[in-house]
T-cell receptor, first 117, second 111 residues
Framework: DQQVKQNSPSLSVQEGRISILNCDYT??????FLWYKKYPAEGPTFLIS?????DKNEDGRFTVFLNKSAKHLSLHIVPSQPGDSAVYFC????????????????FGKGTKLSVIP | DVKVTQSSRYLVKRTGEKVFLECVQD?????MFWYRQDPGLGLRLIYF???????EKGDIPEGYSVSREKKERFSLILESASTNQTSMYLC??????????FGSGTRLTVV
């Protein structure tokens, strides 16, 4: 049972335009969400996060929006650049899990973003 | 910056071999994790550890074991490698509920 879903395996966007990557979750106990970016043959790197007490968090060209009632979050990249081409993973965690489980992140399957020059 | 180092970038092993994947972090993080990444399946948790000598099964522990004898080192062991264990293996560490820091990954091919 997939608790974090990224329903678009891939996305293509023109350079300079907005990229919107979506993520849905089913576990209402999730209270902290993160986005990771992964280039081929490298480990994922942390991009941006959001706590459930917020509905928006910005860091430069990257903004994450959280809609708790819809159990949906999105990552906006504006403007998109060719160097943004990578696989993006959405992840979530929950304080409700006991002990070590609270440290565990549940990942989506990823969306491959291609930014076309 | 936290550094997570995985001992090998690429490995080729034969079916039935015992395989050790090593991971070392240098920032005194409590938690360490092993994932595998496969196309279309994303990142799947194999095992994790929140303290020395402690380990917890993840979503896909079958065919794997782990060892954490020191805080900075978390080893993944494939007891008898099989071709379906060909994958990218990613180690990560974290402090409390902070985000993970990942290593660069080990691309394992079992022939």
């Amino acid at each position: 049972d997939q608790q974090v879903k990224q329903n678009s395996p891939s996305l293509s966007v023109q350079e300079g335009r907005i990229s919107i990557l979506n993520c849905d979750y089913t576990n209402s106990m999730f209270d902290y969400f993160l986005w990771y970016k992964k280039y081929p043959a490298e480990g994922p790197t942390f991009l941006i996060s959001i706590s459930s007490i917020k509905d928006k968090n910005e860091d430069g060209r990257f903004t994450v929006f959280l809609n708790k009632s819809a159990k949906h979050l999105s990552l906006h990249i504006v403007p998109s650049q060719p160097g943004d081409s990578a696989v993006y993973f959405c992840a979530a965690s929950s304080y409700a899990y006991s002990g070590a489980g609270s440290y565990q992140l549940t990942f989506g399957k990823g969306t491959k973003l291609s930014v076309i020059p | 910056d936290v550094k997570v180092t995985q001992s090998s970038r690429y490995l080729v092993k034969r079916t039935g071999e015992k395989v050790f994947l090593e991971c070392v972090q240098d920032m005194d993080h409590e938690n360490m994790f092993w994932y595998r990444q496969d196309p279309g399946l994303g990142l799947r948790l194999i095992y994790f550890s929140y303290d020395v000598k402690m380990k917890e099964k993840g979503d896909i522990p079958e065919g794997y074991s782990v060892s954490r004898e020191k805080k900075e080192r978390f080893s993944l062991i494939l007891e008898s490698a099989s071709t379906n264990q060909t994958s990218m293996y990613l180690c990560a560490s974290s402090l409390g509920r902070s985000g993970y820091t990942f290593g660069s990954g080990t691309r394992l091919t079992v022939v």
